[in-house]
């Protein structure tokens, strides 16, 4: 039977899924975590640590909230900087992004629904080197 309360540390629960602790890849499936409605990332990042491939999620949407630091994600057609504890980013599935984290920092992410494989390197038309020298950390 499953638990009406769960708790735990996201931290820990995530570290074997880079962050990731809840979402259809939680295992056993009649834990309360495993579901295909949503995936639940807590990202520590340490400065200059990125994603320099381009990722597009082919159904799901995606929200980021920096809880501290300053992380920046890059879309083909703009740039945003996370720099105020709260500040966030949504996309639909569809958008190519990468990211990098300009200082130490935490997000949360979210993406919904929770679906198998949905996450695949892209091909840009801007090149990764080109964007990574502008978005060196300072």
């Given at each position: 039977?499953?638990?009406?309360?769960?708790?735990?540390?996201?931290?820990s629960?995530g570290?074997?899924?880079?962050?990731?602790?809840?979402?259809?890849?939680?295992?056993?499936?009649?834990?309360?975590?495993?579901?295909?409605?949503?995936?639940?990332?807590?990202?520590?990042?340490?400065?200059?640590?990125?994603?320099?491939?381009?990722?597009?999620?082919?159904?799901?949407?995606?929200?980021s909230?920096?809880?501290?630091?300053?992380?920046?994600?890059?879309?083909?057609?703009?740039e945003?900087?996370?720099?105020?504890?709260?500040?966030y980013?949504?996309?639909c599935?569809?958008v190519?992004?990468c990211?990098?984290?300009?200082?130490?920092c935490?997000?949360?992410?979210?993406?919904?629904?929770?679906v198998?494989?949905?996450?695949?390197?892209v091909?840009?038309?801007?090149?990764?080197?080109?964007?990574?020298?502008?978005?060196?950390?300072?």
């Amino acid at each position: 039977m499953q638990p009406n309360v769960i708790f735990g540390n996201a931290v820990s629960e995530g570290a074997n899924r880079w962050g990731w602790f809840m979402g259809h890849f939680i295992t056993p499936d009649d834990d309360p975590r495993s579901t295909s409605a949503i995936e639940i990332k807590w990202g520590v990042h340490k400065a200059g640590e990125c994603r320099s491939e381009w990722a597009i999620n082919h159904q799901a949407a995606t929200l980021s909230i920096l809880i501290s630091g300053k992380f920046c994600l890059q879309f083909e057609d703009r740039e945003i900087i996370l720099s105020r504890d709260g500040d966030y980013v949504l996309w639909c599935a569809g958008v190519p992004h990468c990211w990098i984290a300009q200082s130490d920092c935490t997000i949360l992410t979210v993406r919904w629904p929770s679906v198998p494989n949905d996450s695949v390197e892209v091909r840009s038309p801007a090149t990764v080197n080109d964007i990574m020298a502008v978005r060196s950390p300072q």
